[in-house]
């Protein structure tokens, strides 16, 4: 057995003793042994002493959505939906599924998807919409041939005294016009007129009705029929005209009052057989 020689040794001794003790009890950084700490002997640190280095991303754990409140996802965080969770709000015209021009989207049957098809034939679609708004005369423009044509008219020219709603054809104002009308019980023909003689009007005196016109031309004419009145004097009522100038087919269409300003509105519809 060691001998010590004096109380000083006796206490370094005694030191030494506590000092392996101590280390023993609170697993420090390594065992009194040198071995690995055990973890139980980590204590728990708040997040604010972590303040360099980065997590594993093993380390990182599963997040509820609502923590989320920063930043943007990548498409791929972005998860299929249902079209059942879309109940507000509406998607912009650029969202919509594009189809062939002038096509029309068209049921195919149940349990399938609806599909862009051409329009079916023998339906009036809306060419054009005018509106003379004061205007001695109104023009569609050059527009697309069609096999048949429809105007409908409700207007009124602004005169003293009755002036003919006129329509010329592919803007054409030489003498290649002929028409029918009722003036009182008479008949009246025109004939190698620079326009078409539609029905009158004049202030407080509307002229309303369809006409119809073929949009193809058959041997050298195009044939018009009128269902018109002008109210109260029926007696200036066009019923039907022919076209025999130049040109296949109707491309173009002008409605005129005789230079008096008029009001209201001509719509043009086209159909294909």
Known sequence: ???????YELVRCRN??????????????????GSPIAVTGV????????????????????????????????????????????????????????????HVL?????????????PAAGVWDLIATLNPAGASSVDTGTITAHDMWMVVIDIVITYGSARWVQ???????????????IDSTTIVE???????????????YPFTGVIYISGRRVGSKIGVAMNVTSLPFSDVSGTHGVYH???????????????????????VYAMDF
């Open 106 to 118: 068209t049921g195919t049957g149940a349990g399938s998807d609806p599909a862009y098809e051409a």
């Open 245 to 267: 100038g130049a040109g296949a087919d109707v491309t173009r269409l002008k409605f005129l009052s005789e230079g008096s300003p008029m009001a209201g509105i001509f719509k």
């Open 43 to 102: 204590p728990n640190l708040p997040a604010s002493k972590t303040t360099s280095g980065a997590f594993g991303v093993d380390r990182i754990p599963s997040l509820n959505a609502s923590k989320i409140n920063a930043g943007i996802l990548g498409d791929a965080r972005i998860p299929n939906l249902d079209t059942s969770k879309i109940t507000s709000g509406q998607f912009g015209l650029p969202r919509m599924p594009r189809g062939t021009d002038g």
């Open 1 to 7: 057995m060691r001998q010590y020689r004096n109380g």
């Open 190 to 204: 025109v004939s190698n007129a620079s326009y078409m003689k539609l029905g009158a009007s004049k202030t407080g």
């Open 167 to 181: 329509m010329r054809i592919n803007n054409d104002s030489g003498n290649d016009y002929d028409s029918r009308g």
């Open 16 to 33: 030494s003793i506590l000092a392996l003790a101590h280390a023993r009890s609170h697993n420090h950084s390594v065992g009194a042994d």
